[in-house]
């Protein structure tokens, strides 16, 4: 009889955070923070990109020029609960020290932090 598999440890459903999509091709940073689960936010932005929904123009763009294959998605922050309050400040912290704002260097069009009010979009970054 085969040895019983020992029991997977539990995942926290709390996974916030700081995130950063990057081109390899041209080397240009997408910054995003997230409430809810890392991991879905990067399924929620690879299917938008996917299927031609991304919200973000130049993002979309990039993808459909260069495919999939050349961009990484990159966990820069994991934030406690405790933190939370400061998600959006530490997404734009981010985004200044990347660059995300520049064209040259990034993709983000609006200041860090605009979109992690309390009833956010689940997928809007």
């Known amino acids: 009889m085969p040895k019983p598999l020992p029991p997977r440890p539990m995942r926290s459903a709390f996974d916030a955070g700081v995130y950063v999509i990057r081109s390899a091709s041209s080397a240009r940073v997408y910054v995003g923070a997230t409430r809810c689960r890392l991991s879905a936010r990067l399924v929620a932005h690879w299917s938008a990109l996917r299927h031609g929904r991304h919200p973000n123009q130049a993002l979309q763009r990039e993808w459909d020029r260069t495919g999939g294959e050349s961009f990484a998605f990159e966990v820069v922050e994991r934030v406690a609960p405790e933190e939370l309050a400061a998600l959006g400040e530490r997404e734009a912290w981010w985004m200044d020290r990347l660059g995300a704002h520049d064209p040259a260097t990034g993709y983000n069009s609006q200041p860090g932090g605009?979109?992690?009010?309390?009833?956010?979009?689940?997928?809007?970054a």
């Open 114 to 124: 605009m979109s992690l009010g309390p009833r956010r979009v689940p997928w809007v």
